[in-house]
């Protein structure tokens, strides 16, 4: 990408349509710009000389093992978890379709 470069349309309706967005034409230009110029200032890090930088696996050396110990206990019962949801059916939570046709 040259120098604020927006990206295409058809890139933006794409990226849209796998977020499962709707926008309107002006939210498309308005993102065509915006992650243009997200792209072109990480564009910037190309030219950069990290000849002398080592690269590295963790930023903190020396990090050990910090989980804990997986102890068992009590959950909420079906009922109790439930008690304050809005929309339920059959003992579970009822969320809105998310996946189109």
Do not use: C
Request: net charge negative.
């Amino acid at each position: 990408m040259s120098k604020k470069e927006e990206l295409s349309k058809e890139t933006i309706e794409h990226i849209s349509k796998l977020a499962l967005l709707d926008l309107t034409e002006e939210e498309k230009e308005k993102l065509s710009k915006q992650l243009g110029d997200i792209l072109n200032y990480f564009k910037k890090l190309d030219d950069l000389d990290t000849t002398n930088v080592k690269p590295t696996t963790h930023p903190i050396d020396g990090l050990k093992n910090v989980f804990r110990e997986d102890i068992p206990g009590e959950s909420l019962s079906n009922e109790e978890a439930t008690k304050n949801a809005q929309h339920k059916k059959d003992g579970y939570f009822k969320a809105p379709r998310i996946l189109k046709e």
